[in-house]
């Protein structure tokens, strides 16, 4: 008995001798708290790293992991049918993918179609201007800075993507999607805006 009732007081005196020591070790409370909160922020901090891993990776790769509301495919044939007529881009997709089918069998040559992004101010110049760098450039003037986004000009039967960050349409801007072939405008054009 007097031996557990020695444990007890000296229990209580280490209690008493690390009490005021761990108040004196840094404003109350907060070391104590403070631990178990760092081992919970530990493993959310060591997936954060990961996540933007993967975000690095699909800037480069091909688009495959954009979110299917951060996508859409326009569909375009021999007849210069372009389908949708409008684009709503959500702000809150940091991309934004427009997979180009062609449904068509005509070549290229003689019925190529693309997709290419400006804003509406400069949308005649750089037609004007992928006019005269030709079929061999996909009719959009290299390095073209008017140019937002296009793809490659494609043939019948073929499809093709491009990816875009919407941080460079503003919601109050203008903007068209359109094919560059010559003549193909007419028909084959549309709008597309920055929503919430
Ligand atoms: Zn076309």
Same mark, same amino acid.
């Given at each position: 008995?007097?031996?557990?009732?020695?444990?007890?007081?000296?229990?209580?005196?280490?209690?008493?001798?690390?009490?005021?020591?761990? +108040?004196?070790?840094?404003?109350?409370?907060?070391?104590?708290?403070?631990?178990?909160?760092?081992?919970?922020?530990?493993?959310?901090?060591?997936?954060?790293?990961?996540? +933007?891993? =993967?975000?690095?990776?699909?800037?480069?790769?091909?688009?495959?992991?954009?979110?299917?509301?951060? +996508?859409?495919?326009i569909t375009s044939d021999?007849?210069?049918?372009?389908?949708?007529?409008?684009?709503?881009?959500?702000?809150?997709?940091?991309?934004?993918?427009?997979v180009l089918k062609h449904v068509g069998?005509m070549p290229k040559a003689?019925m190529g179609h693309n997709v290419?992004?400006?804003? =509406?101010?400069?949308?005649?110049?750089? !037609?004007?201007?992928?006019?005269?760098?030709?079929l061999?450039?996909d009719y959009? @003037?290299?390095?073209?800075?008017?140019?937002?986004?296009h793809t490659k000009l494609i043939g019948g039967g073929e499809e093709t993507s491009v990816?875009?960050?919407?941080? @460079?349409?503003?919601?109050?801007?203008?903007?068209?999607?359109?094919c560059?072939f010559?003549?193909?405008?007419?028909?084959?054009?549309?709008?597309?805006? !920055?929503?919430?």
């Amino acid at each position: 008995m007097k031996i557990y009732l020695g444990l007890i007081a000296a229990a209580t005196l280490v209690m008493t001798a690390c009490a005021p020591d761990a +108040s004196k070790t840094a404003a109350p409370a907060a070391p104590a708290s403070a631990a178990p909160a760092a081992s919970e922020a530990a493993p959310a901090a060591s997936e954060a790293p990961a996540a +933007s891993a =993967t975000a690095e990776a699909s800037a480069t790769a091909p688009a495959a992991d954009v979110p299917a509301e951060c +996508s859409i495919t326009i569909t375009s044939d021999d007849a210069m049918k372009f389908e949708p007529k409008e684009i709503a881009v959500k702000s809150s997709c940091k991309q934004y993918q427009i997979v180009l089918k062609h449904v068509g069998k005509m070549p290229k040559a003689a019925m190529g179609h693309n997709v290419v992004i400006t804003a =509406t101010a400069n949308k005649d110049a750089v !037609l004007k201007d992928g006019s005269e760098a030709g079929l061999d450039k996909d009719y959009v @003037k290299p390095g073209d800075t008017n140019v937002i986004a296009h793809t490659k000009l494609i043939g019948g039967g073929e499809e093709t993507s491009v990816t875009f960050d919407t941080s @460079k349409l503003t919601k109050d801007g203008a903007y068209e999607y359109f094919c560059s072939f010559p003549g193909h405008y007419a028909q084959m054009h549309g709008t597309i805006k !920055l929503v919430d």
